[in-house]
């Protein structure tokens, strides 16, 4: 079995900017410290785009202490609010294409973990993402190369339409031909964020996720145009359980208070 954490949309600015009156670094910081102290037995941290507001070096400068010393390996994705050059000076570690995208394979004993790159900086609709065929190719090669192993895909944009009208309008402009790469593989579950809200689904016959941000939330306005409505409710972060082939997601709200009476009683 393997556990991976998903933490995304951290949206990070430079202190004392807030947004919505809250701090992006400090509820960051606070997400992370609670993994740490309940799944200190992850494999694996997965951040999922939207790790800053506006790309800037300043805000990813940021982002490096907050990850320093973590209890896991942690891989991180761009997102619409994101820039890879900025990112990539301040991460030079992290692990990049041949084209220059921000895309990795994490082989786990029992699951292969692919990370995309949809940033589209280029983006006719701003804010909106897309997998290029040079990506696309990419990750058939990781695919294939999985050789038949369960395989777990994160990316920033879901590749579906959410029922959220104004975020769909800025999703993923080319998802059906992402589906339909995965679905020639073993691909058990995708993962995104930017919706700000958590959803699953079931789409052409594949399984998804969305998890919240781990700062502000979108409130629930169904079929309602516009994006950027934010509310401050309980910032999260996904568990990932894999068991052969199956998969279990479990989201918590790490901004809810503490249980005092730890001793619970069975029902």
């Not at 400090?26 to 790790?51: F, N, S, W």
């Not at 202490?65 to 973590?70: E, K, R, T, V």
């Not at 390996?73 to 921000?102: C, I, K, Q, W, Y």
């Not at 409130?219 to 199956?246: K, N, W």
Request: hydrophobic share 40%.
């Amino acid at each position: 079995m393997s556990k991976i954490l998903v933490m995304t949309d951290l949206h990070l600015v430079v202190p004392p900017e807030t947004i919505i009156d809250l701090s992006p670094a400090e509820r960051l910081a606070e997400g992370l410290a609670h993994a740490a102290k309940m799944h200190p037995d992850a494999d694996h941290l997965v951040l999922t785009g939207d790790l800053t507001n506006e790309g800037t070096p300043a805000q990813y400068a940021v982002l490096q202490p907050l990850l320093a010393d973590l209890p896991w390996p942690a891989t991180m994705l761009m997102g619409n609010h994101d820039l890879r050059e900025p990112f990539r000076a301040s991460f030079p570690d992290a692990p990049v294409t041949e084209d220059g995208f921000v895309q990795a394979v994490i082989d786990l004993p029992d699951v292969r973990l692919i990370t995309l790159d949809t940033l589209d900086t280029e983006a006719e609709v701003l804010h909106s993402g897309v997998l290029c065929p040079a990506r696309l190719n990419w990750l058939k090669a990781a695919l294939e190369g999985a050789e038949g192993k369960p395989c777990l895909v994160f990316l920033h944009h879901p590749p579906f339409d959410t029922g959220f009208n104004g975020m769909d309008g800025i999703g993923l402009t080319n998802a059906p031909e992402l589906l339909a790469l995965t679905a020639e593989y073993n691909v058990r579950h995708l993962f995104a964020g930017h919706i700000h809200r958590t959803i699953t689904a079931t789409v052409a016959g594949q399984s998804m996720t969305v998890f919240k941000s781990t700062c502000h939330q979108m409130p629930m306005l169904l079929g309602q145009e516009g994006f950027g409505h934010s509310v401050p409710e309980p910032g999260a972060y996904g568990i990932i359980l894999t068991r052969g082939e199956d998969v279990i997601v479990h989201t918590e709200d790490f901004t809810l208070p503490e249980m005092e009476n730890k001793d619970f009683e069975a029902h």
